[in-house]
């Protein structure tokens, strides 16, 4: 029994409400609970407000918001239903969720749209109000399921919502649309009386975000109070259900988005290597939110440009990096197309520079909102030439913040530009991330040649190297004696010269390989979930990485041969990978594209690997992925 206190009533202006319940509590050990609206109901708002709840209450949490392809699809169309769904849990988990416990619909076309995901005898709440003939017709549906029985393997709850809505807010003085716009609250005080959550945390939000508006900050207080009020005294909803914390290890966390995690990892990586952080982009889903992110630090020495096209932002990023700073450039695919020529340039002049590749639907403009793991030989191989550089991707939000600082540390160490990838379901996705001691973090150190001396005598050499990165000098831009020509002609090994000398060319393409082959001094030794023998391997990299550890750790847990390694570096390949697939009768690799992955490791290890391929902008689920893996195991 839920031990909070409850009051019917409202509370006083500016005093926070107590909430104690009478009905019964059960204990679950996770939930997952989808939101389903048009894309003004506030579903996005609505489930990341509820997500930063449920990690208060110490939840494992993780979260995948579904935006609609069309930005200003006609309300009321399956074109314009937003999604947002959350898996909270008392132990470990490391998806967003197969299917639905709970699906909250705001009008028909986000029940057609997202019924698929709910369990069968899941619980549909539904907002009656907005189940209109006109909606219905909009949607598809020639008659009401909610009164046709079409819905009978589910759980359903028909919530006024509109009306109820409305009679919390009578005498307010509040214009019909900014009563149909409060509405969402409505929906959020019922979940959070189901799920007893602590609705300080919301209230506490609409008094920052309309504090300039006392009128709306009331009505939606109001609202919210409203909506748990109604939880507990319908006969509707009989319990409620409670979801322990989690066991996590000590520290401070906070809810992090890959968007973030990336911003971040660049901020800390420029502030441990003592350099200014420049980054330059063009607007792109999914990765403006990176730029946008990225512009609030300027106290740490942060610039960011917004400019006029990709070519101009990767150029920009360039100049930057010829001018000693940390160097950035964000975008997605058909933005890495358009900046190809100019990361040849990047190669070519052995200048640090990391790209930003938050992956989505294509090709061409293709899902600009849904997510794809297809620029993989793009990061690889999308350059005239022989152009290689090294591509790391990230596998999860939190894992965001690592790969950034990590690609950041590889470019400065070795002087080349490296790609980062992530995508749109990691991008816009959020988990709890245990946030560092920057004490903690790896130095980066950055040798820059601020001194004529560095080259005693003789004369200066860009391209003189180290031994073991093979790294060119960093010259310090400025600095007397040290002038020095870079450009994209091949040049002269040591002195930087323009040359057309093939046997010259041949050594620099060479060594232009080999420096990027040297990274792999970097990579600590490939982990193994389970047994490094056995019948099944599954290898992911990026965003699958989530339901291949879930899948694996349930079939291990019956007690089949399988086991889970996961890339992070994509280019070059980990030095010990092919020793590791030498130890299954199968490999497995799944991908949210046509295989490309699967390309590379059966060309470079002769591995007869099979694809698992999911191309419909939407995570893999665990479900599918275990049948597969069940697939390739001996009969």
Not at 5 to 17: D, E, N, R, V, Y
Not at 54 to 64: V, Y
Not at 155 to 176: E, H, Y
Request: with cysteine; glycine share 8%; charged share 20%.
């Amino acid at each position: 029994m839920s031990e909070q206190l409850h009051t019917s009533a409202p509370a006083p202006h500016g005093a926070p409400i107590a909430f104690r319940s009478t009905k019964p509590s059960e204990t679950l050990t996770d939930v997952v609970i989808r939101f389903a609206g048009d894309s003004g109901d506030g579903i996005q708002l609505t489930g990341t407000q509820f997500t930063q709840a449920s990690a208060l209450a110490g939840n494992d949490t993780a979260t995948f918001p579904d935006f609609p392809a069309e930005i200003r699809a006609p309300a009321g169309t399956l074109a314009g239903v937003s999604g947002f769904q959350l898996h909270f849990a008392s132990s470990d988990i490391f998806t967003p969720g197969d299917l639905c416990d709970v699906l909250v619909v705001m009008n028909p076309a986000a029940l057609a749209s997202n019924q698929k995901w709910l369990k069968e005898h899941g619980m549909l709440i539904a907002n009656a109000d907005a189940f209109t003939a006109k909606n219905l017709k909009m949607a598809g549906y020639e008659r009401n399921p909610l009164d046709d029985g079409s819905l009978a393997d589910w759980q359903v709850f028909r919530v006024d919502l509109a009306r109820l809505t409305n009679d919390a807010l009578i005498g307010m003085g509040l214009s019909a649309k900014e009563v149909e716009r409060c509405k969402n609250y409505f929906a959020l005080g019922l979940v959070f009386w189901l799920y007893e959550r602590q609705p300080q945390l919301v209230e506490d939000d609409i008094e920052k975000k309309f504090a300039s508006k006392p009128l709306l900050k009331d009505a939606n207080i109001k609202v919210f109070r409203a909506g748990w009020d109604y939880g507990e005294n319908t006969d509707q909803f009989r319990v409620r259900y409670h979801v322990p914390a989690a066991k996590i290890a000590p520290g401070k966390y906070r809810s992090l988005t890959g968007n973030e995690g990336v911003a971040l990892g660049f901020v800390a990586a420029a502030q441990k290597a003592g350099l200014g952080l420049y980054y330059s982009g063009y607007p792109i889903t999914p990765a403006s939110d990176v730029l946008h992110q990225l512009s609030l630090y300027k106290e740490f020495g942060v610039r960011t440009m917004q400019a006029e096209d990709e070519i101009a932002a990767v150029c920009s990023a360039i100049g930057a990096s010829f001018g000693n700073w940390l160097a950035i450039t964000g975008t997605s695919g058909p933005g890495v197309c358009l900046k190809a020529e100019a990361i040849g340039l990047a190669v070519m002049t052995e200048l640090p520079l990391v790209i930003l590749d938050v992956q989505r639907g294509g090709p061409s403009t293709g899902l600009p909102t849904k997510t794809e793991q297809a620029d993989l030989l793009q990061a690889i191989y999308g350059r005239n030439g022989e152009c290689p550089l090294p591509v790391i991707a990230a596998r999860s939000p939190a894992d965001s913040f690592e790969c950034a600082f990590e690609a950041c540390r590889v470019a400065l160490k070795y002087m080349v530009p490296v790609i980062l990838l992530t995508d749109g379901s990691i991008a816009n996705g959020a988990e709890p991330w245990r946030i560092p001691n920057v004490d903690d973090l790896p130095p980066i150190p950055v040798r820059l040649v601020k001194d004529r001396a560095h080259f005693g005598d003789g004369p200066v050499l860009p391209y003189q190297r180290e031994a073991v990165t093979l790294a060119r000098p960093w010259l310090y831009l400025g600095t007397p004696g040290l002038e020095h020509r870079l450009g994209g002609i091949e040049k002269w090994d040591s002195t930087g010269h323009i040359s057309y000398d093939a046997a010259n060319h041949h050594h620099m393409v060479k060594t232009r390989q080999a420096k990027v082959d040297a990274v792999t001094q970097e990579m600590p030794p490939t982990e193994v979930i389970g047994d490094r023998t056995g019948d099944v391997l599954v290898l992911s990299w990026g965003s699958p990485w989530g339901a291949c550890v879930t899948a694996v750790q349930t079939l291990r847990a019956q007690g089949r041969a399988v086991s889970h390694a996961h890339v992070r570096w994509l280019n070059p390949l980990p030095p010990d990978l092919g020793a590791v697939l030498a130890g299954f009768r199968r490999v497995l690799v799944p991908e949210i594209n046509n295989g490309q992955l699967i390309k590379l490791v059966r060309a470079t290890y002769l591995v007869d690997a099979q694809g698992f391929n999911r191309i419909n902008g939407q995570p893999i689920s665990v479900a599918e992925l275990t049948d597969a893996i069940l697939d390739q195991l001996p009969h």
